[in-house]
């Protein structure tokens, strides 16, 4: 499979040194070491599929001269589009033409996560009551000094949207409607750099909290469940990565705890890579429907962010 790296800013390199040999050439408007200046320049007939790795706004028009020309699409998160109806229109175009276009959640690759999925899954938990959530990283400056991406929503759609695949992932259709958001912070920046959003809606009750202003980059996970509880403690690519099960004592006491803790580099990227390639070489059928409802509380909650947000 022969790959384009459309936007050859942090993300596309990080794509482009995990596509190895199938990489032919990259795409970007701004970035003088870009082969092209725009996706359209490219011959047809010199690739297969592009990674796409671009801002929100020009996503629905690239993705569909793409999907239109017959072209593999894997486009970082989220898919985020003016109009829910684009989203539609995207996945018909990527089932008529017979491609694949996948949006990249990089963190459904790591480990504790399928760890996490997989004990979700067994039932061993018993009933879940309630998942929290933490994930920071230190970028507020760097956001802010962006031509694009102090903006909008700011750190919502950028760290919520992994959050909010995340709780999918693991609970599945049980994750509805209900999102509401607690607080929105303006510290450093325009757009806000710290929030925090919940829903008592779903089962488990949510609640999750994202910030620029953790300057060592961290993730936590808590759920509470009627056998037990499990944590996640930070990723691979922050490591170590530390995995708890507790096995709830009755009628109270220490729980027996099964601990597994993980020192090595990410192996998300490689992993989602290969996960892509496998879809395209076996046809898989192009669904959104999970991008369509995060676009639809992606944009509520937005809504919601911009009404209720502070400077501070």
């Known amino acids: 499979?022969?790959?384009?790296?459309?936007?050859?800013?942090?993300?596309?390199?990080?794509?482009?040194?995990?596509?190895?040999?199938?990489?032919?050439?990259?795409?970007?408007?701004?970035?003088?070491?870009?082969?092209?200046?725009?996706?359209?320049?490219?011959?047809?007939?010199?690739?297969?599929?592009?990674?796409?790795?671009?801002?929100?706004?020009?996503?629905?028009?690239?993705?569909?001269?793409?999907?239109?020309?017959?072209?593999?699409?894997?486009?970082?998160?989220?898919?985020?589009?003016?109009?829910?109806?684009?989203?539609?229109?995207?996945e018909k175009l990527a089932q008529q033409n017979k491609v694949v276009c996948y949006t990249a959640y990089n963190h459904r690759f790591e480990p504790h996560f399928l760890r996490m999925r997989d004990l979700i899954a067994s039932g061993e938990l018993g009933r879940i009551y309630h998942c929290r959530m933490?994930?920071?990283?230190?970028?507020?400056?760097?956001?802010?000094?962006?031509?694009?991406?102090?903006?909008?929503?700011?750190?919502?759609?950028?760290?919520?949207?992994?959050?909010?695949?995340?709780?999918?992932?693991?609970?599945?259709?049980?994750?509805?409607?209900?999102?509401?958001?607690?607080?929105?912070?303006?510290?450093?920046?325009?757009?806000?750099?710290?929030?925090?959003?919940?829903?008592?809606?779903?089962?488990?009750?949510?609640?999750?909290?994202?910030?620029?202003?953790?300057?060592?980059?961290?993730?936590t996970c808590d759920i509470l469940a009627e056998n037990g509880s499990a944590h996640i403690t930070s990723l691979c690519k922050w490591g170590p990565a530390t995995f708890i099960h507790r096995t709830r004592v009755l009628p109270s006491g220490r729980p027996i705890e099964n601990v597994e803790t993980l020192t090595q580099d990410d192996p998300t990227w490689a992993a989602e890579y290969s996960h892509f390639k496998a879809l395209v070489k076996n046809g898989a059928i192009t669904d959104l429907s999970n991008d369509l409802w995060l676009q639809k509380t992606l944009h509520q909650l937005s809504d919601n962010v911009l009404e209720s947000k502070v400077a501070a």
Request: aromatic share 10%.
């Open 1 to 90: 499979m022969r790959v384009l790296v459309v936007g050859l800013g942090v993300q596309g390199k990080k794509r482009r040194v995990h596509a190895k040999t199938d990489f032919v050439a990259t795409v970007d408007p701004i970035n003088p070491e870009a082969d092209f200046k725009h996706v359209s320049e490219v011959p047809l007939g010199d690739y297969d599929a592009a990674l796409c790795c671009i801002p929100d706004e020009p996503k629905y028009e690239i993705l569909s001269y793409l999907l239109t020309n017959g072209k593999h699409v894997l486009v970082e998160k989220p898919l985020w589009t003016l109009q829910d109806s684009h989203i539609t229109q995207l």
């Open 134 to 219: 933490f994930y920071g990283n230190g970028t507020a400056r760097l956001v802010r000094e962006s031509a694009w991406r102090d903006e909008g929503a700011g750190v919502l759609p950028d760290l919520g949207s992994h959050l909010l695949d995340t709780c999918r992932f693991w609970f599945g259709d049980a994750v509805k409607e209900g999102f509401h958001v607690i607080s929105a912070k303006c510290f450093e920046n325009c757009a806000p750099d710290h929030v925090v959003i919940a829903t008592s809606a779903a089962k488990p009750s949510l609640e999750l909290e994202m910030t620029l202003l953790m300057w060592r980059n961290h993730f």
